[in-house]
């Protein structure tokens, strides 16, 4: 078995693949069924295992994702299922889900935006004791995905447009905590041939400029949070500059912060909603 997968190795190598000693023990573990940890102790493949393992070999050498191939994807102490039509989550999103929940009180309301597989909304519900929490995803693909993921879990699936104000309109002024990572790729920005081909367009890609959809989410958010509550958004390592500078253009956050991720790229900004409700100012009725 071992040597099958030194074999592998050298496919997914020579077919380009950044990662082929990883994927080819993932692969070899999905096909055992044992965690990846203890394929060194594991029984050897079957005759039909390895014609299953050469098979899913050539399909990650061809470019399929890993994940897509073992069908779930790793999200802090989660294991979430994914395929095609939902965006597989991204070891830097865990850094923006770990922010939302350090900073958590007790029993908060929160909000995912653009959930897509569900992994912070899932990632909340599993580590704040006592959070009630709701999944915002537009895509049909990806809600079956997202659907199937929060099955059990308590968290409460919703099928709507992120930056529609009549999404969630009951929660507005009562949530403690909104996240998102929405689609922030400028149009026609170049993008690894694996994101080209196996994740959704309208999970990667927003607008011109990238910030199609951080633009009203932005103003949704806003809108959701108490005063006091707590935005953060995931965006484009181009956007380190703009996404603040649209968060204290609205004039309703403060606090606004930029964090890098583990590399040192800008990747998600933060903010806290100001106290004063209204457009940037107290209006007379929060003045009373
Ligand atoms: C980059 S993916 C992120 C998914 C998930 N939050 C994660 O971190 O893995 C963006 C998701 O936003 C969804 N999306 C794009 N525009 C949206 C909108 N206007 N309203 C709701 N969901 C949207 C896409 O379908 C996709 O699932």
Same mark, same amino acid.
């Given at each position: 078995?071992?040597?099958?997968?030194?074999?592998?190795?050298?496919?997914?190598?020579?077919?380009?693949?950044?990662?082929?000693?990883?994927?080819?023990?993932?692969?070899?573990?999905?096909?055992?069924?044992?965690?990846?940890?203890?394929?060194?102790?594991?029984?050897?493949?079957?005759?039909?295992?390895?014609?299953?393992?050469?098979?899913?070999?050539?399909?990650?050498?061809?470019?399929?994702?890993?994940?897509?191939?073992?069908?779930?994807?790793?999200?802090?102490?989660?294991?979430?299922?994914?395929?095609?039509?939902?965006?597989?989550?991204?070891?830097?999103?865990?850094?923006?889900?770990?922010?939302?929940?350090?900073?958590?009180?007790?029993?908060?309301?929160?909000?995912?935006?653009?959930?897509?597989?569900?992994?912070?909304?899932?990632?909340?519900?599993?580590?704040?004791?006592?959070?009630?929490?709701?999944?915002?995803?537009?895509?049909?693909?990806?809600?079956?995905?997202?659907?199937?993921?929060?099955?059990?879990?308590?968290?409460?699936?919703?099928?709507?447009?992120?930056?529609?104000?009549?999404?969630?309109?009951?929660?507005?002024?009562?949530?403690?905590?909104?996240?998102?990572?929405?689609?922030?790729?400028?149009?026609?920005?170049?993008?690894?041939?694996?994101?080209?081909?196996?994740?959704?367009?309208?999970?990667?890609?927003?607008?011109?400029?990238?910030?199609?959809?951080?633009?009203?989410?932005?103003?949704?958010?806003? !809108? @959701? &949070? +108490?005063?006091? *509550? %707590? $935005?953060?958004?995931?965006? =484009?390592?181009?956007?380190?500059?703009?996404? /603040? !500078? @649209? &968060? +204290?253009?609205? *004039? %309703? $956050?403060?606090?606004?912060? =930029?964090?890098?991720?583990?590399?040192?790229? /800008?990747?998600?900004?933060?903010?806290?909603?100001?106290?004063?409700?209204?457009?940037?100012?107290?209006?007379?009725?929060?003045?009373?």
């Amino acid at each position: 078995m071992l040597h099958a997968v030194s074999s592998a190795t050298i496919t997914l190598t020579d077919a380009g693949l950044p990662s082929a000693r990883v994927d080819a023990e993932l692969l070899a573990a999905h096909v055992l069924d044992v965690p990846r940890g203890q394929l060194a102790i594991a029984a050897g493949f079957t005759s039909e295992q390895l014609t299953a393992y050469r098979s899913l070999v050539a399909r990650r050498a061809a470019g399929e994702p890993v994940q897509h191939l073992i069908g779930s994807a790793p999200f802090r102490y989660l294991e979430l299922a994914v395929g095609p039509g939902v965006f597989v989550p991204r070891p830097e999103t865990e850094l923006l889900a770990g922010w939302g929940i350090q900073g958590s009180g007790p029993a908060p309301v929160v909000v995912d935006l653009c959930s897509g597989s569900g992994a912070i909304a899932l990632a909340v519900a599993q580590e704040v004791p006592g959070a009630t929490v709701y999944a915002v995803e537009r895509s049909p693909a990806a809600l079956e995905w997202l659907r199937r993921n929060a099955s059990g879990t308590g968290v409460t699936v919703v099928a709507g447009d992120a930056s529609d104000p009549a999404v969630l309109a009951e929660l507005d002024g009562r949530v403690d905590l909104v996240l998102c990572n929405p689609p922030y790729v400028p149009a026609g920005a170049p993008v690894p041939a694996d994101v080209a081909d196996h994740d959704p367009e309208d999970a990667v890609f927003a607008g011109p400029d990238g910030l199609a959809v951080i633009r009203p989410v932005i103003a949704r958010a806003a !809108a @959701l &949070l +108490r005063g006091g *509550g %707590r $935005f953060g958004v995931e965006h =484009d390592d181009t956007h380190g500059d703009a996404v /603040p !500078a @649209l &968060l +204290r253009a609205d *004039g %309703r $956050f403060t606090e606004v912060m =930029d964090h890098q991720d583990l590399a040192g790229r /800008p990747r998600f900004a933060t903010a806290s909603r100001s106290l004063a409700i209204g457009h940037g100012r107290l209006t007379p009725r929060d003045a009373l």
